[in-house]
């Protein structure tokens, strides 16, 4: 009888324990939203899919990150359904999708979907977090196109300079941190602690960890960006940058931005000038939408209720 009873205390307890683990709990409200530890957690192996050498990095730290990066997808989409139907599919979203993964460094979408099996990730939640992110930017173009200004004279000008002056320019591969902070106290010490975990777990899991961008998730990766693309003060800031090196904070509209050099090379120019003129108009154009996403989000999460459990 004793054994019975000890066989059957075994047997509640192992199962106590994989009921508490699998326990499911909120973690905090946004508005009338909530967000819970299986959230947080598939949010996880989503950024870890997406940059496998956060793996690496402290559990903890990464933890606050999908929690960072899941508030931040939960308050978009609040903001998105007062002026769009998500469950309306995007006709261009196969194609985003596409980009996405080829991004990543694979060639077609069954690759991508085998990927996202090892992380236990499903190619829908990957269409609907891109689908937030689309209709997203959707909003702030919607929002914000009519106050764009561009100063289409001080382009031509900078293009008839470039090819009239030099047969060659750069080519640069940036990343970036963009961090936000209220007075230039702030940015100190913010920036001290940018540098301390870029010196221990190098730059692009910092951009995970600590840029506010939405190139966070990609380590803050721009990509190749050609000289006469950059914005000036920029361009100042990285044209003599050693490679692997990266700048002080740059004052920018949607906060601080550090920008680090991964390489560059110098490349003959072949400059049609109608197409480099509409590139840098493009260019421009996003560049200003961006500040405008990252100004515009700052507000309505100001304006959010956001309770922690």
Do not use: C
């Not at 699998?22 to 957690?41: F, Q, W």
């Not at 997203?136 to 001080?154: A, M, T």
């Not at 507000?299 to 209720?305: E, G, M, Q, R, V």
């Amino acid at each position: 009888m004793k054994i019975v009873f000890f066989f059957i205390f075994l047997l509640n307890f192992f199962y106590s324990q994989i009921s508490y683990s699998n326990e499911i709990y909120v973690v905090m409200k946004v508005n009338n939203k909530i967000i819970t530890n299986i959230d947080i957690s598939n949010e996880y192996r989503y950024l870890v899919a997406l940059r496998p050498s956060l793996q690496d990095v402290d559990k903890k730290k990464v933890l606050n990150l999908a929690k960072d990066s899941i508030l931040r997808e939960k308050i978009k989409e609040e903001e998105i359904i007062k002026h769009f139907d998500l469950t309306v599919e995007n006709k261009f979203i196969d194609k985003i999708v596409a980009n996405f993964y080829k991004k990543m460094g694979m060639k077609n979408e069954n690759e991508f979907i085998n990927y996202l099996k090892k992380y236990n990730l499903e190619l829908e939640d990957i269409r609907m977090k891109i689908s937030i992110e689309t209709a997203w930017n959707d909003l702030i173009y919607k929002k914000f196109s009519n106050k764009v200004e561009i100063d289409k004279i001080r382009i031509k000008k900078n293009i008839e300079k470039i090819i009239s002056e030099s047969g060659e320019q750069y080519n640069f591969l940036i990343f970036e941190i963009l961090f936000n902070a209220e007075n230039y106290e702030e940015v100190q010490k913010k920036y001290n602690v940018i540098e301390k975990s870029i010196s221990e777990i190098g730059f692009k899991n910092t951009a995970n960890l600590h840029s506010v961008s939405d190139s966070a998730k990609l380590g803050g990766k721009i990509g190749w960006i050609n000289e006469s693309q950059l914005n000036e003060i920029i361009k100042r800031e990285i044209i003599n940058l050693e490679i692997g090196k990266y700048t002080k904070p740059i004052t920018v509209p949607g906060g601080f931005l550090i920008v680090k050099l991964e390489d560059k090379i110098k490349e003959e120019m072949n400059i049609n000038f109608e197409e480099e003129y509409k590139k840098q108009i493009a260019n421009e154009k996003n560049t200003q939408l961006k500040n405008f996403s990252e100004i515009y989000f700052k507000k309505i999460k100001k304006n959010a209720t956001i309770s922690e459990k």
